[in-house]
């Protein structure tokens, strides 16, 4: 089955922690089981509390590989790796091990560059626009700057996921037990195309 995700790319702050917790809420939402896995040795794991899927604590290597290892016998869960940036060793090696890799960035020539780097370096993955502007104005800019630096690499781009303010409340101790609804369809649609990408059925329950 294929069921390992991992959200990489070597620029910080392009949203590898919030699309993470924002696919794994998404799956939460379709009914689906998954695991948000932390491998940034700079950031704190988290709680389930309220959470639709649960944070897993990869943070160390012994760690990580027992993770990925217990994924194999539960068919049933999804896995997403949360990278951490400026560690391409790291990259290499979780993209070797996931069926599906993505790479999130935002609308910035800084962003833009590392991603397509990172997306000659990993033929397989998919570039992710992420925090992407939801005013039309900036929106038809953004799109301007994917046509002018990104146009050869378009098949490869997944749909952006929006700013949504309430995204920060996933990475927040404890999460609320019902979020708002803006949110929650971001999550979902991310989550719907990442399992199309997946060839897997959604289990909407
Ligand atoms: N879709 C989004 N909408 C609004 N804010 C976002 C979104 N994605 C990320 N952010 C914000 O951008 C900052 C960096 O995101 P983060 O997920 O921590 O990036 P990374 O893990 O790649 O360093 C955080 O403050 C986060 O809350
Ligand atoms: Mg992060």
């Known amino acids: 089955m ?62 990580l590989e ?22 391409p060793e790291m990259d290499s090696q979780l993209y070797e091990v996931s069926d599906l890799v993505l790479l999130p960035f935002r609308d910035s020539h800084e962003d833009i560059r590392t991603v397509r780097n990172d997306l000659d370096a990993f033929p397989e ?30 098949p490869r781009l997944l749909d952006p996921v929006y700013a949504v303010s309430a995204s920060k409340l996933l990475l927040e101790s404890q999460v609320p037990p019902s979020l708002p609804t803006m949110l929650n369809n971001v999550c979902r649609g991310l989550a719907r195309q990442v399992l199309e990408r997946l060839e897997l059925p959604e289990e909407e329950s």
């Open 66 to 87: 027992k993770i990925i290892a217990k994924l194999e016998s539960m068919p049933e869960w999804l896995g997403v790796i949360d990278g951490g940036g400026n560690r």
């Open 2 to 63: 294929k069921r390992l995700i991992c959200i990489i790319g070597n620029k910080g702050g392009t949203g590898k922690t919030s699309i993470t917790h924002m696919l794994c809420h998404g799956f939460g939402l379709l009914g689906m089981r998954s695991i948000a896995v932390l491998t940034d040795t700079s950031r704190e794991p988290l709680a389930r509390g309220d959470r639709r899927y649960t944070p897993i604590d990869g943070r160390s290597p012994d760690k």
């Open 125 to 154: 993955a998919y570039g992710i626009p992420s925090q992407w502007p939801t005013n039309a104005w900036q929106q038809m800019t953004a799109e301007r700057s994917l046509d002018e630096l990104m146009q050869d690499y378009r």
